[in-house]
């Protein structure tokens, strides 16, 4: 995938996807915690500008991309994975 122009990065939403206690024990500053296993429900909510720019991470980057997966299907367009975002 592409990666979006760095002048969209300040409108940016920044989203971990690890569990509440990974998040807990240290995240990037600013970054909404919304664990993988709930992107389907707290998205609508949490989420509602379908056409923001999402960057989501995790520790591996395997739960960031079965939340992309998600999103995408929820009709969200610009969602990208960080991969492995380190802390």
Same mark, same amino acid.
């Given at each position: 995938?592409?990666?979006?122009?760095?002048?969209?990065?300040?409108?940016?939403?920044?989203?971990?996807?690890?569990?509440?206690?990974?998040? #807990? +024990? &240290?995240?990037?500053?600013?970054?909404?915690?919304?664990?993988?296993?709930?992107?389907?429900?707290?998205?609508?909510?949490? @989420?509602?500008?379908?056409?923001?720019?999402?960057?989501?991470?995790? #520790? +591996? &980057?395997?739960?960031?991309?079965?939340?992309?997966?998600?999103?995408?299907?929820?009709?969200?367009?610009?969602?990208?994975? @960080?991969?492995?975002?380190?802390?």
């Amino acid at each position: 995938s592409t990666l979006f122009p760095y002048t969209t990065l300040f409108r940016s939403l920044l989203v971990d996807v690890r569990t509440p206690d990974e998040y #807990r +024990t &240290g995240h990037k500053e600013g970054a909404l915690n919304i664990p993988a296993d709930e992107v389907e429900q707290r998205a609508p909510q949490l @989420l509602p500008d379908k056409n923001a720019v999402i960057l989501l991470y995790c #520790r +591996t &980057g395997k739960r960031a991309d079965k939340a992309l997966e998600t999103l995408r299907k929820m009709g969200y367009s610009h969602v990208e994975n @960080l991969h492995r975002f380190e802390m």
